[in-house]
Structure formats: structure tokens, C-alpha cells
């Protein structure tokens, strides 16, 4: 599926030779993440966070908001299909779509208005949205990330997904491609018997090494009842 996400692989590490378990090997999730999977120029780039959580920060880490200045201003216009045309002309709608169709089928609770990121190029590029920091997904059965989206992705301004996401819903052409992209993904991306593979196959890269890795941080858990549990909440959405 068309989304942006970060590239990681699990490692054994040492400190000065002494054994301190596994780590998580992640791509970074800056702006060398565009310039390295597009090929974009730091030069010509806005990059623009939106962390309001846990004493985050929201702002331009690159260039600046002009361009998303006016993204919004065409969100909160009246919908016409003049207005929705300016609006493809700024924001990748079909990867925006996937995005929140992602992070709200895992109920990611640490979302919204707290670890987003997006970038264009400059050179007339597409707003896109890197999926990261997703460590809150699979916690409930019952979190609905689009009730979240109207009760307090509003709420604040600064909530960007919240506000692009309300304002792109007046447009027919919009919600028709919702469905029709998330009927996609969850019934094919994301369809069970995938689930159940990839979660089996990240489990199959560590657990030689989780006892080992227990032992040293004093702790017990069974990794395959984990597993067993995202499973379960995987089929259960």
C-alpha cells in the first residue's frame, strides 16, 4: 500500500562488550527519510511536525507553511470541485487516505494531535505522511480513532490530521475514495491471513534471542501470548 513508513531491523548490540539485548534498528523519520526514499533536496524541502503530546513540539523543522497555509485555507472553504482540484494540487489525498485508514485500523492512541509528520518537495510536490512511533496501536478493541478525529482532533488547531481530515469529508470525491480505499486495504493489505503472517514472521526474527534478551532486563513475558493477542485484535477489527 502507498504509505510512507520506517524501514528497521532487530539487532543484538554491546556496550564496550558487555551484552545489553535487543534493539530496533529504525530509518530515521526526519527529513533524510524523504531525501533518501525520494530522492528530495534538503534545499527544497518543507518538512513539518505536529506533536503537541508529552511535551513535543509543532512547527517547521524544514522550509516553511506557506504551502500548508494554503491547504488549509482551501479546507476550510465551501465545497466545490474547483476547491478540491487547488486541494490535489498540495496534499497526496490517495496516500493521506491509507495513512489515517492505517493508524486508525490499529486504534494508534498516541495519534492525532501527537507524532505526525509530513513533507513536500517544493518543486511542486505532494504533502505525504510518514507513519511512525506506532507503539500504542493494538492496545484496545474499542478505540475509534474516527470518533477521536471529531471529539478532540478539532479541538486544537494545530490538530492538522484532525482538521484536514473533518474538512475533506464535505467532499463526495473524497468520501468515495475512503471507502473505496479502506475497503481495499483492510479487505487486502491488511486482510487477516496477512496479519497473522507478518506477525508471525517478525516473532520468528527474535525469539531465538528473547530469552537472552529477558534475562538481561529482569523480565518475564511470553512473547508468542503477545503475539496470540495482536492476532486476536487483528481479526476482532
Known amino acids: 500500500v502507498d504509505v510512507d513508513y520506517q524501514a528497521y531491523q532487530p539487532a543484538v548490540h554491546y556496550i564496550n562488550g558487555e551484552y545489553f539485548g535487543i534493539i530496533n534498528i529504525r530509518e530515521r523519520n526526519n527529513h533524510q527519510h524523504a531525501c533518501t526514499n525520494w530522492g528530495y533536496d534538503k534545499e527544497n524541502l518543507d518538512f513539518i511536525t505536529n506533536s503537541l503530546s508529552g511535551g513535543g513540539s509543532s512547527g517547521v523543522s524544514i522550509g516553511d507553511t506557506k ?21 490535489r494540487q498540495i496534499l497526496d489525498i490517495d496516500e493521506f487516505i491509507n ?27 505532494l504533502f505525504r505522511w510518514i507513519l511512525y512511533d506506532i507503539d500504542s496501536g493494538f492496545g484496545t478493541l474499542n478505540y475509534n480513532q474516527f470518533t477521536e478525529s471529531s471529539r478532540s482532533g ?5 490538530a492538522y490530521i484532525g482538521k484536514i481530515y473533518q474538512g475533506l469529508k464535505k467532499y463526495k470525491q473524497f468520501r468515495e475514495k475512503f471507502v473505496g480505499h479502506a475497503t481495499a486495504v483492510i479487505g487486502g493489505t491488511i486482510r487477516q491471513e496477512r496479519c497473522n503472517a507478518i506477525i508471525d514472521s517478525v516473532v520468528a526474527l527474535i525469539e531465538d534471542e528473547i530469552p537472552y534478551h529477558l534475562s538481561r532486563w529482569s523480565q518475564n513475558y511470553n512473547i508468542h501470548s503477545r503475539a496470540d493477542k495482536y492476532i486476536t485484535l487483528a481479526k476482532m477489527r
Open 99 to 125: 495513512y489515517v485508514v492505517i493508524q486508525s485500523f490499529i486504534g494508534n492512541g498516541d495519534w492525532m494531535s501527537n507524532n505526525v509528520k509530513f513533507y513536500r518537495s517544493r518543486n511542486n510536490g
Open 154 to 158: 478539532l479541538k486544537n488547531t494545530n
Open 67 to 87: 504551502k500548508l497555509e494554503k491547504l488549509l485555507d482551501y479546507i476550510d472553504k465551501a465545497a466545490t470541485d474547483e476547491t478540491y482540484e487547488e486541494i
